[in-house]
Structures are given as C-alpha cells and as structure tokens.
C-alpha cells in the first residue's frame, strides 16, 4: 500500500476496509503523510513478509491495537415503503 499526502484518517479507513474491520485514528497527528507498507495479506504466499500489525508498528511506528471500544458511526433504517406512482 502506498500513500501520497495522505491524512492519518484516511490510512486508518484503508487499513479497516483490508482487514474488515474498523480502525479509529487516535493518533491525533495533523497533516498529510507519504508513505509504503508491505505486508503479507491472507492470500500472500510470500511468508517474509510480515503481518498487517507487524507492518503498521515497523515501518510506520505506528500500532493497531484490538478490542477497544469506541463509538462508531451506524444507520439504522426503521422502516422501508414503496414509493407511489406519481
């Protein structure tokens, strides 16, 4: 994955739409970022390359930290009509 002037949120919402699951930014850092991570996905044969939690704290010096609970974003939808013909 590469980044060219790219905000820590949108890292965090590229790195939750691989893993399935939602990542938060906390980092609390401003700005624009470049950067490359190589990691070794689910179906990557190349096992040198390391896990996407490895990856992130090695070459970013960042961490991914699981199971903590944050507020997070939903829609809820109550109820669904047909729309009448006009």
Known sequence: ???RKTPMADL???L???????????TGLKGDFD???DWASSESADESLPS???AVQEQLGLRLVPIR???VEVIV????ERASPN
């Open 1 to 3: 994955m590469t980044g």
């Open 77 to 80: 939808i109550e109820s669904v």
């Open 12 to 14: 965090a919402k590229q």
């Open 16 to 26: 939750g739409d691989m893993a399935g699951r939602t990542v938060i930014d906390n």
């Open 69 to 71: 609970k944050a507020p």
């Open 35 to 37: 950067f490359k991570l």
């Open 52 to 54: 996407v939690f490895t």
